[in-house]
């Protein structure tokens, strides 16, 4: 007796024991294709969802859905219940060649791993599918150096209604991928088929030399409307990858940065012009790089200035990229303010920086020209003009001529007129170019605008510990990004502020004078600049464009 008992109760623990089952719609697949794992626990009640992560790796996982069902079933007058979880997973495949779907845990079991083999499209199926959506691909050049930009477009051909999503930005392997034109709609005809055409296009920066490998892009979508009435077929199509030469850096090129671009431009300007040097009066150089096809974290920073007889201090360069026709347009702005110790004349060397012209495929040397000036005592009311420094082969000094005296009010007057017109038209060709320039300078929406909060923090901050060094550079970035100033002197001129006027001009005293720096006071520089954020806000949230269309 005792032994049936024992065989009946070993008998109801294997009946009550969980099973779990494991099974995928197909073993061979094409790439463009998605793989559905079906999952079922039988025999027991499962609470929380397994962990499907285990699977990334070969395949990606799209979709999952759970189900449940009950089955009751009367014998010999007993009643039992049979409780059936099914997990459904949508896969697909990250490449081509033999994947395995490992091991998932379900209820305390594991289900057995399984192999699937993954080819290409074939013929047919690449055919059937081009007829309603296919994939154009192609890059602006096939070789390329280390660090350089290659453009990479990417088309999505479609006809009738398909719905999906479009690609995400390709990863590649050893590059820096930035997207440069978010989406362009337009229409297009391919033998004799109209489509609709969805174009991306994304700068790509290899990090590396040798092959670089655009992995090939796959959609996967349905056709037609469905609805009540109608149906839905479901679509694929996968584009063919690109290999790019990618060059090292050429032993020919002597510059200490490796920097390759279309362009490269230096440019210099003074918030003075021309600059008056006077021994204890601080003035401000703008120093602006611009580069073309070349990422803003790429451009170099100036070389700081190191003279005897002045003090330099440069602020931190404010840095923008946006994107064009060509590509990415970085640019980087350096102010660096100059204050004479001592009165005589000075050079500001030349700056020089080498790069290499993608265009030509040779070396080219962007260049600001050496410059002097005449640095007067502090006393002085004298004005000189800057002497650009010219090689002597360039110099060529005609013999002097003495003019007789009749007529030398005669030729005076005549160059006075001459002068006179020169100036004038000079005046009117830069005031021109200026207005040309703000034209087509205009604001590129996907530049990060300043963080005006934080850097206010930064002066409030350096204010309260009177640090006149930090509360320099902080000022100077808090204005530019909230009034948009180049320099903090053209801050304090737009204001008309005296008591702003007299805190800057503390505050570099502070630092350009010949006084200690630690004993400067930040108390009168934040209570006027408070003042100031108060009385400015930075503008209001334009209105809703529905209440403004329908008044009342």
């Not at 020919?252 to 300007?269: C, H, M």
């Not at 100033?485 to 001129?493: G, K």
Request: proline share 7%; aromatic share 8%; charged share 20%.
């Amino acid at each position: 007796m005792r032994f049936i008992i024992m065989i009946a109760l070993v008998l109801v623990v294997q009946l009550s024991r969980a099973e779990v089952t494991a099974t995928v719609d197909r073993t061979t697949i094409s790439e463009i294709d998605l793989l559905t794992l079906t999952i079922r626990v039988s025999n027991e009640a499962v609470t929380g969802e397994p962990d499907f992560s285990a699977i990334s790796g070969d395949f990606d996982v799209v979709n999952t859905a759970t189900s449940s069902s009950q089955q009751i079933s009367i014998i010999n007058g007993r009643q039992s219940k049979e409780i059936t979880t099914t997990y459904t997973i949508t896969l697909q495949p990250t490449r081509r060649g033999n994947l395995t779907i490992p091991q998932i845990a379900v209820a305390g079991w594991m289900t057995n791993p399984m192999t699937i083999r993954v080819v290409a499209p074939s013929v047919a199926q690449s055919v059937q599918t081009s007829q309603y959506v296919f994939f154009d691909t192609s890059v602006d050049q096939p070789s390329t150096y280390v660090q350089s930009q290659v453009i990479y477009t990417l088309k999505l051909f479609y006809a009738d209604t398909i719905a999906g999503d479009f690609p995400a930005p390709p990863t590649v392997v050893d590059a820096v991928v930035e997207t440069i034109e978010e989406e362009r709609r337009y229409e297009s005809v391919v033998n004799n088929q109209r489509y609709y055409v969805l174009e991306k296009r994304y700068a790509i920066f290899p990090q590396k030399s040798g092959t670089l490998t655009i992995p090939a892009e796959i959609f996967r979508g349905t056709r037609g409307r469905g609805g009540l009435f109608g149906t839905r077929q479901s679509v694929s199509t996968i584009s063919r990858p690109i290999e790019i030469e990618v060059k090292p850096r050429p032993s020919s090129f002597t510059g200490d940065t490796w920097l390759a671009a279309r362009s490269l431009v230096l440019q210099e300007r003074w918030t003075e012009q021309p600059p008056v040097f006077k021994v204890g009066e601080p003035v401000n150089r703008v120093l602006s790089m611009q580069a073309t096809g070349l990422a803003a974290s790429m451009l170099p920073a100036f070389e700081s200035l190191q003279l005897e007889g002045i003090k330099t201090y440069a602020d931190p360069a404010v840095t923008e990229e946006r994107a064009d026709a060509v590509g990415l347009i970085s640019s980087s702005v350096t102010t660096i303010g100059i204050v004479p110790t001592k009165s005589g004349p000075i050079t500001l060397p030349a700056i020089r920086i080498p790069w290499w012209n993608t265009e030509t495929d040779r070396q080219e040397v962007a260049e600001i020209p050496a410059a002097t000036y005449t640095i007067v005592p502090a006393d002085s009311p004298q004005t000189v003009a800057p002497q650009i420094m010219t090689p002597l082969r360039e110099v060529q000094s005609p013999a002097s001529t003495e003019v007789p005296a009749t007529n030398i009010w005669m030729y005076g007057t005549i160059a006075v007129v001459i002068l006179w017109l020169i100036s004038t038209w000079q005046w009117l060709t830069v005031r021109a170019a200026m207005a040309r320039q703000k034209r087509t300078e205009a604001p590129d929406t996907r530049i990060t605008p300043p963080d005006e909060p934080k850097y206010f923090e930064g002066l409030t901050r350096a204010c309260q510990h009177h640090d006149a060094a930090v509360a320099h550079r902080n000022l100077f970035l808090w204005s530019h990004a909230r009034f948009h100033t180049d320099s903090i002197q053209a801050f304090s001129r737009q204001q008309h502020n005296e008591d702003l006027g007299q805190a800057v001009a503390e505050l570099e005293q502070a630092l350009y004078g010949s006084g200690d720096p630690s004993q400067w006071n930040g108390d009168a520089l934040l209570n006027v600049v408070k003042q100031l954020r108060a009385d400015q806000p930075r503008g209001r949230k334009k209105r809703d464009l529905v209440a403004s269309l329908n008044p009342g």
